[in-house]
Structures are given as C-alpha cells and as structure tokens.
Nanobody, 115 residues
Framework: VQLQASGGGLVQAGGSLKLTCLAS????????TGWFRQAPGKEREFVASKWSGGRTSYADSVKGRFTISRDNAKNTVYLQMNSLKPEDTAVYYC??????????WGQGTLVTVSS
C-alpha cells in the first residue's frame, strides 16, 4: 500500500485545514487508519485513528477540534482540523495498519500555524 498525504499549508491560529490521505495498491477497508504528527525537535505522536468498524480515537490535545473520517470507496482518509493552534505545527503523517501484520506510512505533509 502506498499512502499519499496532502492538504498541509500555512494557516493562522484559529483557522482550519483538511488533510487527505489517498491509499493505492490495495483496498484499505480492513485496515485501521490514522494520523500522527512530528513537531520540530519532538518525537512523532499519535493524533487520531479510525478503525475499520468505525470507532475513533483522538489525542487529548486535539479532541473537539480535529475529526478523522474515511471513505473506503475512495481509499481515502481525512483529518479535518479546526481551531488550529501554533502548537499544532508539525509534519502530519497518515498511517494504515493491522497490528502485527501490516504497517504503512505516508510521506508527511507540513502544517504550519502562525500566531
């Protein structure tokens, strides 16, 4: 599976962005999908995930502001980011996985939030 993330950019604090991750190579309907991010000088951290059955999970820092969704027919997962803060600045990576079996990462897309 190849994952292509897009939608990053520069936005002012309080603004919104929507990230898109397109999967190719196989259907990902059975995979868990998620978004992670890595800020400068920091380790990569979990942002949000959505199981194939529909259950979602969010990091506390983004709850109520970010929404993960997926369209299995389009092999695409999204991350709607609202009320962005400067501390959300990071490279955002999409991921698709089955624990213990498959683990695919996209190349990352940069989100910069100015104050």
């Amino acid at each position: 599976v190849q994952l292509q993330a897009s939608g990053g950019g520069l936005v002012q604090a309080g603004g919104s962005l929507k990230l898109t991750c397109l999967a190719s190579g196989r259907t990902f309907s059975s995979l868990t999908t998620g978004w992670f991010r890595q800020a400068p000088g920091k380790e990569r951290e979990f942002v949000a995930s959505k199981w194939s059955g529909g259950r979602t999970s969010y990091a506390d820092s983004v709850k109520g502001r970010f929404t993960i969704s997926r369209d299995n027919a389009k092999n695409t997962v999204y991350l709607q980011m609202n009320s962005l803060k400067p501390e959300d600045t990071a490279v955002y990576y999409c991921r698709a996985w089955v624990a213990g079996a498959y683990d695919y990462w996209g190349q990352g897309t940069l989100v910069t939030v100015s104050s």
